[in-house]
């Protein structure tokens, strides 16, 4: 059973660049069933798509973070990775990862349990 | 980028009960191209319900969806104590930004 599992520092300075990782079992990120994608949810609000990721390297990021995001894949572990730059307050959330059935973007048929990161001095 | 407004946003309601969820969008989506979502506290969304009316695995048959165009809605037919949660509709139409509406919120009446 494919599953997802995100990590990474749960406390990030303002500034500074927020770097999470998403580990891949029981499928391969090789697999051309999915795109691979991470949403964030900040606390007690709703979802937001933050970009997706196929296995070729191919990138999709939403246009309201496209300028500070960076998402990447290495096969090689089965994992893929978020670049937050330039973080502030805002970009306080939980952070998932998961795998989007479709093409760019999908439904999200599996998600990680998230990892809550925190901006603050 | 279609929004996608749900409403109400908080339904209070009592077990055994009927819930209707609704989901507008800001333009036209195929119901192709519209998911559900469950979250309950602390926990990941749940893939509930996906295309017209496909549930994922493991979804009992009180949850179905109905609607095209712009207006689409979920309901569950008697509520069932774990169904008490937040319920989102996500759009992943022909192109990004993939969105989500901002969530119904059931709750124990």
């Known amino acids: 059973q494919l599953q997802l599992r995100e990590s990474g520092p749960g406390l990030v300075k303002p500034s500074e660049t927020l770097s999470l990782t998403c580990s891949v079992s029981g499928d391969s990120i090789s697999s051309s069933t999915y795109y691979w994608g991470w949403i964030r949810q900040p606390p007690g609000r709703g979802l937001e798509w933050i970009g997706s990721?196929?296995?070729?390297?191919?990138?999709y990021y939403n246009p309201s973070l496209k300028s500070r995001v960076t998402i990447s894949v290495d096969t090689s572990k089965n994992q893929f990775s978020l670049n937050l730059s330039s973080v502030t307050a805002a970009d306080t959330a939980v952070y998932y990862c998961?795998?989007?059935?479709?093409?760019?973007?999908?439904?999200?048929?599996?998600w990680g349990q998230g990892t809550l990161v925190t901006v603050s001095s | 980028e279609i929004v996608l407004t749900q409403s109400p946003g908080t339904l209070s309601l009592s077990p055994g009960e009927r819930a209707t969820l609704s989901c507008r969008a800001s333009?036209?989506?195929?119901?192709?191209?519209l998911a559900w979502y469950q979250q309950k506290p602390g926990q990941a969304p749940r893939l509930l319900i996906y295309g017209a009316s496909t549930r994922a695995t493991g979804i009992p048959d009180r949850f179905s969806v109905s609607g095209s165009g712009t207006d689409f809605t979920l309901t569950i037919s008697r509520l069932e104590p774990e169904d008490f949660a937040v319920y989102y509709c996500?759009?992943?139409?022909?192109?990004?930004?993939?969105?989500f509406g901002g969530g119904t919120r059931v709750e124990i009446k």
């Open positions: 990721i196929y296995y070729s390297g191919s990138t």
């Open positions: 333009q036209s989506v195929s119901s192709s191209y």
């Open positions: 996500q759009q992943y139409g022909r192109s990004p930004p993939l969105t």
């Open positions: 998961a795998t989007i059935r479709g093409v760019i973007i999908g439904r999200l048929d599996n």
